[in-house]
């Protein structure tokens, strides 16, 4: 199959790498150096700057930009899209894109809403790899205008690419966990790292961490060009899973002023044990 | 050298592991599988379940118990040991241990207070391997009667095991910044994953969750016979970390409230800053 990717990135260049094999990729890139890397490296089967013969030369395509500029780009070119053309989404949140790509009022386009919940703390195709995809969750929001036929090749593609979990999900689900799993994990990484200034030095702070403070950290490494969108995008569930994080903080925060021993333990208990269902599951899954 | 290891856990065992092949290395445990399992895998060299044959055939200890059976052991036990005996106690705290360990008014035992910021989620001498240590962080925090010829003793030993940064501070100072790097970055953890409650279930979440999550949430598989202790011995320096996170946390919601860009971006251009400053920091030392 023919496949066009639009803005390639980290993730745009991750499909391209994981779909290579079995189809054949081309990409549409504002930068020369990212299709020029690509091409060069066999990233992608054809690189083009001409976005009007790329459109016309693909049916199926995935966009990998920022969420605004995706609205903006489906806006811009809708007209030069060939009927049944499918353009499969894959930003991080789903409610305020399915509401935005309902104002366009699309005619040959259908859009796939997805989210593969896999990314890295680097950008651009340079740092793409296909083992990035792999075992990874892949969550789908149908729209009613959505055929059998386009999610079916969606899951289809997505198994290619090795995702494990394949689920459909209303936007509005999608966006209340990912607020939880995705955002506020961010949210208290970048929290963690900002809070060193009042207390030393990096420099000093340095020769005070183990595994712990850089795992917890490494995601405080956070790309400042698409992540703002995605939060206020989705504000009011990120607004609510912090206050729920904040009441979980308090009840820890309690018992440590009481000393209560053993309301501490029983904290650590249970997110011992909820944390182990989740190796488990995962486990089980593969 | 010989020598002598109280309590063969995670931490006791991965110090035989690492000294034992220039040392020779006894063992004391309350556990007789732990001690036959670590005999019968080379760990160790000799095994002892005689308090007072182990204490008399060595001068050296690294005594590896939960911070209050710590003193307890060495209260109970403090007459049995030989003039110049020296004990590296490695808990993670070390304002406490110092106060309650001077005041056990010791003659015989000059006791040499340490940090190896090092461990895993896991437990016991099952799971010891000697990679734990390296290039990890280790602190010292002497006191007034420690010779320096002592304290000269434990960094090279520290050297041997394959700790990177060695370094020296008060307990305060140790104290204020473990309550920073490792101790807030438990309770964030946890608390973290303790909200799953009020989100979904957990099998629901599992579908949603990519390692972000995954990275930050390692961690809350903690060890509540440990952990209590080591945050209620600290507890003051703990609570003023968690507020200080509480401030970080608060300017990002007035942001995302107020839904300010510029102010989330900068919050995340300080971050990433951050974060990769102690990537290069880590790099240019090794």
């Not at 030369?57 to 930009?65: A, G, S």
């Not at 504000?235 to 440590?256: M, T």
Request: charged share 25%.
């Amino acid at each position: 199959m023919k496949i066009g990717i639009i803005g390639l990135g980290l993730i745009g260049g991750t499909i391209a790498k994981s779909l290579k094999n079995k189809h054949y990729i081309s990409a549409y890139d504002l930068s020369e150096n990212t299709l020029k890397f690509a091409k060069e490296n066999d990233i992608i089967n054809e690189a083009y700057n001409d976005i009007e013969n790329f459109i016309s030369d693909n049916e199926v395509f995935y966009i990998c930009l920022y969420p605004k500029a995706i609205i903006d780009f489906i806006s811009k070119y809708k007209n030069l899209f060939k009927k049944n053309s499918i353009i499969i989404e894959i930003s991080g949140v789903k409610t305020y894109m399915v509401q935005e790509i309902s104002k366009l009022n699309l005619e040959n386009i259908e859009v796939v809403f997805t989210h593969p919940v896999a990314g890295s703390e680097k950008v651009g195709v340079f740092h793409s790899k296909a083992e990035i995809f792999k075992n990874a969750n892949y969550v789908i929001t149908p729209v009613k205008n959505n055929k059998k036929s386009s999610l079916d090749l969606v899951k289809s593609l997505a198994k290619e690419m090795r995702f494990k979990n394949i689920s459909c999900v209303t936007p509005e689900v999608h966006d209340s966990m990912i607020a939880y799993t995705s955002q506020l994990t961010h949210v208290l990484s970048l929290s963690l790292v900002n809070s060193v200034y009042a207390i030393s030095t990096e420099l000093e702070t340095n020769r005070f961490i183990g595994d712990s403070y850089r795992d917890l950290t490494r995601i405080s490494k956070i790309n400042e060009k698409l992540w703002p969108d995605l939060f206020i995008t989705n504000k009011q569930e990120l607004l609510k899973k912090i206050e729920l994080f904040e009441i979980e903080l308090r009840k820890f925060k309690d018992a440590l002023i009481m000393n209560d021993v053993k309301k501490l333990e029983n904290l650590m208990i249970n997110s011992t044990s909820l944390r182990e269902n989740m190796d488990r599951g995962n486990k089980n899954d593969s």
